[in-house]
């Protein structure tokens, strides 16, 4: 089977099946080719406009469970900036093993690889040979090297004049002198090579919830110092937390993203067992991830978003003379959570079993109590 769409006025082949692609069709090949060579291939029209939707709700999907930078990676993939937010999945190697699974519970083959830069990582979960690696700092050259041209997002008039030259490999590509090949073929290889070696920055525009309660900064003067972002957290949280109030809801996650003046993207996330709209609880959650951030050249943007978001009612304090006031542990719930990941604490819980050792089960550590008797 073959997905056919339009380039110019041709009609062409975009995408292929596996059984098509051992034939040798290959996306590009004009239809009337492809049905003369395989006169049983079965053409479908492809629809981008849906799957750039349906990247784009899946992104968002990702963006509210694994990190708050999210964008897509047209036409079949994700990016995602997970500094700061994989500890929170136990670690950068667990977390894409449990995104993979995810997403064949929905039906869906994925390939996930954490690099240090987004060419890199979009080369290797394309064209690399493991369905899920994660790429050591030192190592992103060596892994690169062996790869096709095509791992580079070049267009496809450039790769065939690099087929022509005999060049199909990275390596060998970067080896070159960049004045011949920039003369040749302008500069879009020299840029996707500084992109994919970390040379050159690469701005992740992440795609944006319907309408969360957002704050932000801007700076006249670049700022960098820790005490100084600590200072704009504690006149932002007020700021979102309003914000909430007027919503009556309360945040579960929240998002800090730092733009910097070389237009790459700083994230702090951190999250909170229960709604909360706590100024000061959140301020301390936000400014005790500052040591993780890379302030660069400085920071000339700061937006705050409470990226989930659920309905919190007004509480009614409890007068003594009625009942004692249970004592609230969801604040320090919060900072081992953000510490050591949210599924790292539980509490047990029964379940009816005739066997001792499975009358009980894990369960968050705040779930609400059952009304089962466990004597």
């Not at 050159?200 to 006249?220: L, T």
Request: with cysteine; hydrophobic share 45%; proline share 7%.
């Amino acid at each position: 089977m073959a997905l056919v769409g339009r380039e110019g006025r041709r009609r062409v082949v975009l995408s292929v099946d596996l059984a098509a692609r051992k034939l040798g069709l290959r996306p590009g090949t004009p239809v009337a080719k492809a049905q003369a060579l395989y006169p049983d291939l079965v053409l479908m029209d492809a629809d981008p406009e849906g799957d750039r939707l349906g990247l784009e709700k899946l992104a968002l999907w990702f963006q509210h469970r694994i990190a708050p930078i999210v964008a897509v990676d047209a036409p079949d993939g994700l990016v995602l900036d997970t500094t700061g937010a994989d500890h929170l999945h136990g670690g950068e190697l667990p977390m894409l093993k449990d995104m993979v699974h995810r997403m064949a519970g929905a039906g869906f083959c994925a390939r996930a690889v954490v690099a240090d830069t987004w060419g890199a990582a979009h080369a290797l979960a394309r064209y690399g040979r493991l369905a899920i690696a994660v790429v050591p700092s030192d190592k992103t050259t060596s892994a690169l090297a062996d790869l096709p041209v095509e791992a580079l997002r070049l267009p496809f008039p450039i790769i065939e004049g690099l087929a022509t030259l005999g060049v199909s490999r990275i390596g060998p590509l970067a080896a070159m002198p960049r004045a011949p090949l920039a003369l040749r073929f302008g500069p879009d290889i020299s840029r996707r090579l500084d992109q994919a070696f970390g040379r050159m920055g690469e701005a992740i525009v992440p795609v944006r919830p319907v309408d969360p309660v957002e704050v932000s900064r801007n700076f006249a003067e670049p700022i960098g110092a820790a005490e100084t972002i600590a200072k704009y957290i504690g006149k932002l949280v007020p700021l979102l937390c309003q914000g909430l109030d007027e919503r009556r809801q309360g945040v579960r996650r929240l998002d800090l993203l730092l733009h910097r003046v070389d237009s790459r993207t700083e994230a702090i996330r951190v999250a909170t067992a229960m709604p909360v709209r706590d100024v000061k609880r959140l301020t301390r959650l936000l400014c005790e991830k500052i040591e993780t951030i890379d302030p660069g050249f400085g920071i000339e943007r700061m937006v705050l978003i409470a990226s989930l978001a659920e309905p919190m009612d007004r509480r009614q304090t409890v007068s003594s003379l009625i009942a004692e006031e249970e004592a609230d542990v969801s604040d320090l719930i919060d900072t081992l959570a953000n510490r050591v990941g949210m599924q790292a604490l539980y509490r047990f819980a029964p379940v009816e079993s005739d066997l001792p050792e499975r009358s009980f089960c894990r369960v968050p550590a705040l779930a609400p109590e059952e009304t089962k008797e466990w004597p």
